[in-house]
């Protein structure tokens, strides 16, 4: 592996790596000097209940184009924001922007971001999401704040008690892209999340490959007899969408209702469908 010695070079470097460093560092070189309002926009992808096929919540997915580099996928950027602390800065400027648009929508609507642990390490998140919550005056219990398992995992106090403080002021917590981390059903019991976010792997596969439908039919019966709710992630087809709903799955989200979408086409989907889905 390349060392950095310090002064900000790098020895023993395969010419591949070093075009991937100076990437990554050109990458947070933009991203310092970005501006949030007009370089980074929010789009919102539904997710439906696959009971009444009425939307309950809009998830916040975060796009940014670069000046130099174009559009940047947020697996690549966000890992870049997270090590170099922006994270912290952006986040806000997230949860902002989605509490903003939903306290604009009917209360039966919620709103999902997304949440590093960084930006529960290194800053005071309760602290701002409260904020956040009194000015753009949305009831705390339709924001439904999406970590992942590796967050869980370590067993670290501050993340513990952020957690806990989050639910104490009525935030939901979902569990993201669940099956992909070292799962474990004692931590599910251990933080009490309210929802269970089945990974899309899963349901990719799942008409194809019977292991794949006992696994999502057992997370599933999981939830429910711990009182959570499942939702399954990356639906794109009609039958991945039949056999989810059989596995008794309560929503869904993916491709097969609607990509992630700016703010006025979720607004606009949500009026002219009433809510409610036809195609589920
Ligand atoms: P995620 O939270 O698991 O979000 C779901 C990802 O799956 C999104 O990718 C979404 O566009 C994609 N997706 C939704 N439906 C389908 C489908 O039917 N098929 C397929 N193939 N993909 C589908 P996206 O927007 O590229 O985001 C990737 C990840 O970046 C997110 O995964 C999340 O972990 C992170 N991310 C995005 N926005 C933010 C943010 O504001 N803050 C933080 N901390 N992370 C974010
Ligand atoms: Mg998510
Ligand atoms: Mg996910
Ligand atoms: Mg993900």
């Not at 980074?40 to 670069?66: G, Y």
């Not at 602390?85 to 989605?98: D, F, H, R, T």
Request: aromatic share 8%.
């Amino acid at each position: 592996r390349a060392k950095d010695d310090g002064r900000g070079t790098y020895r023993f470097f395969e010419p591949e790596m070093d075009a991937q460093l100076q990437r990554r560092r050109m990458l947070e070189l933009q991203l310092r000097s970005a501006n949030f309002d007009t370089d980074f926009e929010l789009l919102f992808q539904p997710l439906v209940d696959l009971q009444t096929k009425k939307v309950t919540t809009i998830e916040a997915l975060l796009r940014w184009t670069s000046t130099f580099h174009g559009t940047v996928a947020p697996d690549e950027f966000i890992p870049i924001a997270e090590d170099s602390g922006l994270i912290v800065p952006l986040g806000a400027w997230v949860l902002e922007k989605a509490c903003t648009l939903a306290s604009d929508l009917p209360p039966y609507i919620n709103v999902a971001v997304n949440l590093s642990a960084t930006q529960i390490r290194r800053s005071n998140v309760v602290d701002t999401i409260s904020t956040i919550l009194s000015e753009t005056g949305l009831s705390p219990d339709r924001l439904e704040v999406e970590i992942t398992e590796t967050l869980l995992l370590d067993d670290n106090r501050e993340v513990n008690s952020a957690l806990r403080q989050l639910r104490a002021l009525g935030v939901r917590i979902s569990l993201d892209d669940f099956g992909t981390g070292y799962s474990s059903l004692a931590y599910l019991r251990r933080f009490t999340v309210d929802k269970v976010k089945i990974d899309r792997s899963f349901v990719a596969d799942i008409v194809g490959d019977p292991d794949h439908l006992a696994i999502v039919q057992a997370i599933v019966g999981l939830t429910h007899a711990l009182g959570m709710t499942s939702v399954a992630e990356g639906l794109e087809t009609e039958e991945q969408l039949l056999l989810i709903r059989a596995s008794g799955c309560d929503e869904a989200q993916g491709y097969l209702f609607s990509p992630p979408v700016p703010e006025d086409e979720i607004k606009e989907f949500l009026a002219r469908r009433g809510w409610k889905l036809r195609v589920a």
